[in-house]
């Protein structure tokens, strides 16, 4: 009888008829995921090379075999990895195809000692994971100062802010843009946290109970430039809240980005005529050729829609006991990838947009104060003049409101005696208020100015916020620096232990 | 002509015929939510009482105005002040509804001065969700004392580990039940993380601008026992990722917890017979008589669904320009509420239940072997006696495992001549391996004993874990204390504040 | 030793320690189900009178205590029912509870015969949801014809047609409201579908398998008024197809409410200024007095957002094995009671709110023609004058709007020349067109009539659509008078069977 | 000047710089939808040449362009049209741009009279879901024709059947199966109802008003092979129901098919060990080489979770004003195409699967007695010996088995002396029942038998069920085939359409 050891020339995995089992599989039974792990290759050769090196360092494989296959996954970067592991199948496990096939089984056959699918699977993820969030916090971080500067040219340009889509307030396109980097600042301490828990090495871990043999799972760890390990083995591969953690983050994040895109899209339409977008930004129609169609935000709109569908199935995906679903979860990757690129290019496309679109600043102004969303500082006016309590000045101002509406008035247009007419309607009798006073409560650019409470929009406080934020943002970035320098510190040391045990031969 | 003013003695609310809108509601229009925000009840009375102060502390209101409200606020608590406030109407308004009946428009009016709906909704749940934030983390940290302290019981107590269903390695209950705790770790980050950003204060925001008032916003901030004033106006009422961020974080912690409850329904059915819940966490059926059905983790399951569902539903709700929504928000609000009470309830049924769970040692420890989840260490024998490469070992334990099954034989009886067969079908020549060699690589024990590297179930392992989790846990119950001090001094400023202006008098 | 038999004056229920189980279950273990299946509780009262008619006309009971327990179920309805079943407890088991209490567990206990809380829970399901249905069909059929009487009084009331925000054609309000008919006619034929699939009495399945009694199934069935049995025992019980095709419909008709909700919230912003919303329907704010806010269509957003989430609930909760998933139903339960309730209710203000808001029409008609909505005809006429391809048509008039636009001229003031400019930019010549052609082109009226193809907004083709959609609606209004007149028969052959039980005494 | 229009030869299509716009898009502006669209492309073409030969024979465009067009639109299929259509580029477009490339903008800029890219998407879309729809019912129809053969074999193979994962009553698996049959006859007719739906020709409206060209939308429909024309144009291309109720009958379809993969995942469980799925849809493990694992059930649930997520995403995408939302749609196309894909080939999987797998009967049948799932027929013999209300019949029964529980007893080990003494224990008196009853109760086959209710497991019913089974699914098949024929027969009038023109020539 023929022995069942494959030729390694042509080496097809270690499923074969004969082993443990006794049919070839039916097709669409097994599907490779070398497709789907693509963007995470350059992470499954990453943990290759360091597994190997732990284990030879360790001499839990025989030092010329560790040297061996060390010096076959460096010759695979000649041309593109990525390339040559797609090309010999496998997906997760195409270095140990890729080494068997160099090396024979014998020697190549080692690379998986102490390690399983498992977590090749973790490590890949949060290594692209980590990786990823570092990308998008420094997108964000670009966004911020973006916004941070566009906000200081737009401190005095006067806008309405809009409550159940009609008139609310008077306010500034900075400090309105203020509020995006505020957001964006919690959205980066989101990610923050969401990055502690990815910056952690579950190597070492295999399926859930880790190895029989002594693996040292923090060298494999410093290696892969991660910062802690993944104590509990059984935690470390079988939990996925680390998965639905990062999943909700970006959609968290994109949620605020389709509400921005959302106020774009409304502002850009013939009716409120607030912003122009340029048309690089822009298509047209097939049929309607006067049509202008902003792009970007609807790609956001529906990226962030996607996103959130992602996130209801990664926690549908992981219903049931412990362990059960693991097939699965190759749809939730799917959904966290896909999430990740759709953010990072438009975050990028948006802010490109943000910047270069043009305010109308002078409708913006006529429309800020033709609709009454001064009216809250008439009652204010009357509150310190006439010491009314609130409650009554708004009822008094509520009545002129409705008044100057069935007169066909503008704001600017009502006089003392209407208000009068209103205070007398109220409460019996009139207030005699002097016109120029009324007028100065009328004027939005002093609703504005008059607003220098803490974190308001007058435009010294618009400044002081400006500065702050600032300040966040330094650290934010900081951060992203030394993540990133910790990372590249753990590469190196990994790329030198290979150096190191390749020239001691 | 009837002044439109209202007697204060039946006051009935802004929103009257003939000031700003000509007809009453339609039945069904306005939808109090007064039984919807009962919960948020003390923290608007709260807001009413810090707010006040503040405006009589600056003079923005006449001095003995703010006495009469601070004490007429003060008499509502002699009895229960929900009860007070549900009945004068008016939900998050009873403070004002209450304050005009009582005093009198000229001065009950006086309590809105400076502020809206909107930071009062805003104030409302962040002392809410800063609350039950609280609350949850310890009643978290409670439960992984309970687990650290079983799992210590239970580091010898030998389990089979599952994976895709099937017998996948041998583990202990107590590394299972570590694994637990080391998740329920990252959920108390994100909850931090979600406190940090609910911890802020927005009063003094108004809807999205301030006031033209001088309010001094960390005044009330500090009154109030928040650490922090949430900056810009603007972001501070009209974003939602804190509301997202905190569903999401209960989605997260309820999807382990309904996955565990998956794990003990499994473990409790007849065929798996692993763990029996005492009788009083079960009901049984109107015809079924024989059923003991345990209620906890179906309650459990149920409810983390309806994280999920209320998740999504918040998610769309934010679908829109900014400040379009703003009703459509109670249904968030419900969702969070909801969330929050179930999974308090939830987790202590839980911590109660697993608690009280006996676990049949020895069937656990018999299915351990029974299923060949040791396979993986008969291959690391052959690894370390024979020299094998590990892809080669795995291959003829593969083979071995077949053949037991194909003959109806357990693992601890096949012998060294059958894994001669399997090394010779595979490689063409035996292995000659020492019978207690072999059984002892069979042994459950000894597997679980093997596994001493660094997060894995060897009891040892197990205890050093339990050592380091105790210290996370040890430094969240500080934060704990830490937060719930901050809170209490703030509020007890409050009350001496109030003291020491109605002492003034 | 004490008999465990319960004293039938207090009976307190099946459940109690020294039976099967013996503790008694801890509180918030149990959790009574009354309060969700109030609405539900006339359903069950009806299956208990069914049962029990049939249990007596097969002599499964003896004849007297059958007409007993008819007699004592008949006594209940002198009150109302439903409280009596409230105060004795035990929500789907009130009946047995209160036949007890009141017979003694000797007839009262003889209820249950032949049934489960299974079949209970399904047939209370099944007919809550019928009479739901019916009742959601007629409602939105009333809505229908409102629409339609609307249409028709608006066939020539202009109004632009928007895509991706920006102006795309001219249409008018009649047939846009028609499209409004046109999905809820196929909403309704959604909605009969499931009505045929809850139309099926589960009852007899008990809880998969049915009695070893002999049951007849088809005579309950007739009783309850249902037009089949749902004939395979397990599936009527255990699939859960029927409550997510329910869910699904109810939420994809709120989809489409809440889009159109958002069609009147825009159009009724200052900007838009396309309609006038009555002061019945809307709020206003405790701070900016001048707001006007229509609360209906905010209320149909935030209930079609809790519907989509209720469906993502019910879909998480149904992941698992058959027959896990028991408990857990109750939260699919109450979301579909709060899906009907929102709808009935948001779909009569919607109907009421849409009747009674006034058009601008000289503002949808000045703006129907103000940004190039009609500027498709231009490139038409093109087409039909100087036998141009189309493409040629509608770049030359896309360089037109562009010229428009860069010189400030709305759509009638551009002349044949600044088309022969953009004709000979395109292509090299001029076209020479008459201008009263080119005016005629511009003319948003003639836009409309010219659209006369079938199923477009001219004035004729709408009226012909609107007699289609009569025809429809009378079919769909017939549908639900019989079915309603089947149940009648049904529920009335119930009572007559009774009063012939009971005279026959 | 050089003239805008392009050279032929190279045509980039409509959007150019220096018509409408000024500027060419940025990178990543435009998405080319060329790849997404490809499962339509055959549709578009179809929409192609049916729009081609009705805009010639109205006479809407020159004779002899539309004959061109239309032989260079054949010319296409030579090769594969979708490789062209992908070679040139445009996507929705790729007709005209295929067109204006070889016969000049003067011929090929004719195609797309009357229509737009609105009409284009939506008839793709119709005619796609239309097509897919029908071979999912034909793969649903195999599906249940397989499963109602398997149930004939296993009308007498008894099994347990459980709730809350307790043993509930004794069944066959044949009754189990029949409840998938159950299921999926709902489920074919759901999917009839959205055929109906889709089934009618969106040709012609244009982008939601059609054309000011006398368009025969009717001819288009029927050489399109559509059943009706959806009236008004507004609804036809703006209302997205449709979409929804596609997809979510597809969620609804894969939860139940979930739910079964979750019962084979389970009972394939060593604990369970109720079925031998063949080694040919497993894979195993590359550390754990003792695992045996079934993929086509886990593919299954994954992708069930996926549509859900789909689901979710597509009610999202939706919210907003009419026509709003465009581009965002691309996302739900995306969700749409993928669960059909992969429900037509997870359900040809598990086909192959279950009939494949081997039941071990002898264990099933074991297992059925061995767990009290028998007690209720205990019960019910007592209520038939001895004339106890059921309720006290089902509390001595349930003190029995706790008794036997306590005493370590099997169902067949308790005996008329026990039953004795749990009686007396409930009511202080014995029952004195003949032991070889007692025993008849217990019998698990005598359970099923006396199951012979409508629509219960006893042999016979089931085989009732079956022929009632076979009978919808005759008229399901027949369905098919029609519907089939409908569109066979409007395709072959097109050819022949064109073949006409052509040869008129």
Known sequence: MQPLQQEPTNYRGFRQPGIRLTEPMLPNVGRPDSDLERPRMYAIHLFDKAHATMLTECGLIPREDGIAILRALRDMERSDADDIRFEVGGGMHSGEQYLIRKLGESVGGRIHLGRSSGDLGEVAMSIFTRDQLLKLIRTINDFRLSLVSLAKNHITTIMPGYIMGQHGQVTTFGHYLLSWVSTLERDVERLRTCYRHVNRSPAGAAMMTGSDFPIDRHRVAKLLGFSEVEKNTFDAILSRDRLL?????????????????????????????????????????????QKRNPYPPQWAKGAAAEAAGGLMMCLMVERGPTGLVILERRYSRRAITSAFTSLLGDLDLLQQMVTATKLNAATLHDRAGEYWAQATDVAGLLVRERALAWRTAHQIVGILVRLSYERGLRPYQVTPEMLDEASTAYMGRPLHLEAHKLQEALDVTRFVERRSLYGGPAPEQVLQQVAEYIATLSADAEFVETAERTIHDGLTELERAIDHLIQSE
Chains 1, 2, 3, 4 share one sequence.
Do not use: H, K, N, Q
């Open 245 to 289: 953690e990062t999943m909700s983050a970006l959609t968290i994040l994109y949620s605020s980005v389709a509400r921005w895109s959302d106020d774009l899209l409304l502002w850009s339409s013939s009716e409120f005529a607030f912003l122009e977008i340029p048309d690089r930004f822009c298509g047209t129609s097939s049929i309607m050729m």
